[in-house]
């Protein structure tokens, strides 16, 4: 049987009974990282006295060549699970080409839950969460960048893409220029860990709190609002983006309050409980 195996995203204590149970009675353990693998069965108490399980390296270089020889031991009756670095493996990780073999062949293969850094920031966004569209890593050119987001501008969806520290400015930068400053956002930083911190609001207002901790560090996730769909909204979608914005430009709660009723069809007397529960 081949098991697939999310591990911790920063956090061991987010190790479930049933991964635990998993790594202890693999016989193999396919992992990006031996060493790592081996680093976290010790800090999870697992033994490996007698050989077993077996640490075999499956990473992005050696996935094509090695999933047909892991499929072979799942079919030899060997209990494989499937570990990736952190979090949960096939997502913008390695595994994919492992599964689909053993599907192929007609093998047992189960899937335990756990940790995805893509599904932790969308729940505590507050973005729309009925329809995302996941697109892991976004290209690191900035002109491929900027023509990738031009693309996912069209949908109506959150977006979440993954991004390393050192390229989320110039990530921001091109979704002010592509999406629009209004835009809101949320950035999931170093979830589950012990610097966790998300920070929300206009793409604008978010990129300048990211600029006054430069240089940023550690783990991001990137959440992009959809673009508005104007057939469903209920006047309050555009109303809210002026909110969102206005604020961030530190323009008075008063004048918000007259602007929003000038230029939108929606009650006047909502307006000051609508920008209380979206701004502080
Ligand atoms: N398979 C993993 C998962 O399910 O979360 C994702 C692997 S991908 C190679 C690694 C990227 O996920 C990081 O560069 C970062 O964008 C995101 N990530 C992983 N752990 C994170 C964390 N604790 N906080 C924020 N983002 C994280």
Not at 10 to 22: I, K, M, W
Not at 23 to 43: F, M, Q, V
Not at 217 to 224: A, M, Y
């Amino acid at each position: 049987m081949l098991v697939i195996c999310p591990t911790p995203i920063g956090n061991l204590d987010d190790v479930t009974p049933r991964q635990r149970e998993a790594l202890t009675s693999a016989d193999i353990i396919a992992c990006e990282d031996t060493r790592r693998a081996g680093k976290l069965l010790e800090l999870l108490g697992i033994a490996r006295s007698d050989g077993r399980p077996k640490l075999w390296r499956y990473d992005d270089h050696t996935a094509r060549d090695r999933a047909d020889e892991i499929a072979d031991a799942v079919e030899n009756g060997n209990t494989v699970v499937l570990t990736s670095d952190a979090g949960t493996p096939t997502i913008s990780d390695p595994g994919y080409r492992l599964v689909r073999a053993c599907r192929q062949r007609d093998l047992e293969v189960t899937a335990l839950p756990g940790p995805a850094a893509a599904v932790v920031a969308l729940s505590g966004s507050g973005l729309a969460t009925d329809r995302f569209y996941f697109e892991g890593f976004l290209p690191t050119s900035p002109e491929r960048r900027r023509h990738r987001l031009e693309e996912l501008d069209r949908l109506h969806t959150t977006i979440v893409t993954y991004e390393s520290p050192r390229r989320i400015i110039k990530a921001l930068d091109d979704v002010i220029e592509v999406c629009g400053p209004a835009r809101e956002v949320c950035i999931g930083r170093e979830l589950t860990k012990l610097h966790e911190e998300f920070v929300v609001g206009s793409a604008e207002r978010v990129r300048q709190k990211l600029e006054e901790q430069a240089p940023v560090r550690g783990e991001i996730v990137l959440c992009i609002a959809g673009r508005p769909d104007t057939d469903k909204d209920d006047g309050w979608e555009q109303a809210d983006r002026a909110i969102v914005l206005l604020h961030d430009q530190g323009v008075r709660r008063r004048t918000i309050k007259d602007f929003v009723d000038e230029m939108f069809d929606i009650p006047r007397s909502q307006i000051y409980d609508r920008i209380d529960q979206l701004v502080d």
